[in-house]
DNA sequence: GGAAAAGCAAGAGCGGTGCTCTCTTTTTCG
DNA sequence: CGAAAAAGAGAGCACCGCTCTTGCTTTTCC
């Protein structure tokens, strides 16, 4: 957080800020790739050259929308999860979280979670807020160890291996079968919310609320969760 | 699918044939948001304004693109099912083939499972041919029966009816708790593959393969599948 | 304090897009 | 054959991302 010092980078600092928030405006409005620069200029009664100076293209905005994104979901998810809580609940509790947020910003989810955004890559500090999510729920399965035993059957030497680094980058006390539980269920999780908020389900689980909650739960065992 | 007759009609097919043709290449290449109807008009030689007598909007081709893709998905699914297999190789061959495909046309993947098109509705009779999956996933849980108990754990009243329409509206013979048991490992399969086409493991599980793999094994023990 | 430097807003302009309208040509069919 | 239907081509509209130039303001530094 750099120190603001002078009138100019106060203004700077303001408007790249209300240049965010009516662009998440429009985005929920009409999605990412309708996004337009010029009409977020407009509605801010600037020239939309002017944008420009702030941020040097439509997708380094975009970026800064997902970057904020990964941000608002990591505080939610980590507001909703009480370490004192039983792991279960922990559980139930982060799951709905995750699910709520999405439900509120669908657009932002899509950013976030839906196809990349067409002729945009991931750069790289995307990537630090996008892990808070993954992290809870390993710590939430890490808090609550010994977990129960999974369903058996041997892991794959090459998986095995890329679950022990993961533990040893992350400092998480996991071993590789558990931490593959933890991105199995993990993905289970964004699976759900995606089918639900894209309409997969329609017509089927719809609404998808009951759903929703059996699968979490019935996720929690799977997990071990005690 | 109407006889054609005279040769205008027969053009007209063939011409419309060679507009999607085109179209998907141009898709692989640059994403859906980036499809061009100009761009494919020009890389066929014709006037742009011509396109439109075969496809009225941008999104009119787009969603010819979906249901051909749900098609060529539905296709490749069925034909990598042996239901002379064993229930678990069934699952397996089933999960292979998604992620195969997936792998082969991730911009086609999105464009069916990633975020639904900026501004753009999923139309009605994009949802008969996307049906094709989950019902092959039903067809091998209900081959398989009797499936192995699930984890213990009531069902919600409001899900068991949803399960029981569903069931009686596909004709399919599953207990509610084995239909929301297929729904759930069905979303988990497309949240794998999302995550893995959409970079979400880059870092840990990475390559994806061992994990998925993994999962799918798993899912299939949760499925109860003997 | 005043000049130089840096930052900022605005406008014009380029090439691209989806889509519509009009006009001409081609094909079909009574 | 001739009318009607279908198809192609082109111009044009409004919008887009992005760049460049032109003035103006604020900050910086001597």
Redesign the pocket.
């Known amino acids: 957080m750099t120190a603001i010092?002078?009138?100019?980078?106060r203004?700077?600092a303001e408007?790249t800020r209300e240049i965010k928030e009516e662009a998440r405006r429009q985005l929920a409005e009409v999605g990412s790739a309708q996004?337009?620069?010029?009409?977020v200029a407009?509605a801010l009664?600037?020239?939309?050259?002017?944008v420009?100076?702030?941020f040097?293209?439509?997708?380094e905005l975009l970026t800064a929308l997902i970057t904020d994104a990964y941000d608002s979901l990591g505080d939610a998810v980590e507001a909703a999860d009480d370490p004192a809580a039983a792991p279960r609940e922990r559980w139930s509790s982060l799951c709905a979280a995750v699910r709520s947020w999405a439900i509120e910003r669908p657009h932002e989810y899509a950013l976030l979670y839906g196809s990349p955004v067409p002729g945009y890559h991931a750069p790289p500090q995307t990537v630090a807020p996008g892990t808070r999510v993954v992290l809870r729920c390993a710590l939430i399965a890490q808090d609550a160890r010994p977990l129960r035993p999974a369903f058996p059957g041997p892991l794959d030497p090459a998986l095995s291996a890329q679950m022990a680094a993961v533990a040893a980058a992350t400092g998480l006390e996991l071993a590789p079968e558990e931490a593959a539980r933890v991105l199995i269920v993990w993905s289970q999780l964004f699976g759900l919310v995606g089918f639900e908020l894209f309409g997969q389900f329609t017509g089927s689980a719809d609404p998808a609320g009951p759903l929703f909650r059996h699968a979490t739960d019935q996720m929690a065992v799977y997990l071990g969760l005690p």
Do not use: C, V
């Not at 040097?56 to 997708?59: A, F």
């Open positions: 010092r002078t009138a100019r980078e203004a700077r408007l996004l337009s620069l010029r009409a407009r009664g600037m020239a939309s050259s002017a420009y100076r702030y040097p293209s439509r997708d």
